[in-house]
């Protein structure tokens, strides 16, 4: 993956451990950290949504609040 273009996003190496919580996995190990995000709610075009949360900034379907 390395060889492509990530964007924003990347690979992190990270170690893995065995259930003893002690002994390293073998071998290289990555977790992908997505750093792309895409806008793609649009509050005005969008109906039945109701605002949530301090600043009103997150959006739930009114049918799943009753």
Do not use: N
Request: contains cysteine; proline residues 6%.
């Amino acid at each position: 993956m390395r060889a492509h273009d990530l964007g924003a996003s990347r690979l992190v190496p990270v170690d893995l451990l065995h259930l003893d919580q002690g002994t390293k996995l073998e071998g290289d190990w990555f977790y992908f950290l997505l750093g792309d995000g895409k806008p793609c709610f649009q509050e005005e075009t969008s109906k039945g949504m109701k605002p949530l949360g301090r600043k009103k900034k997150y959006f739930w379907p009114e049918t799943l609040l009753m």
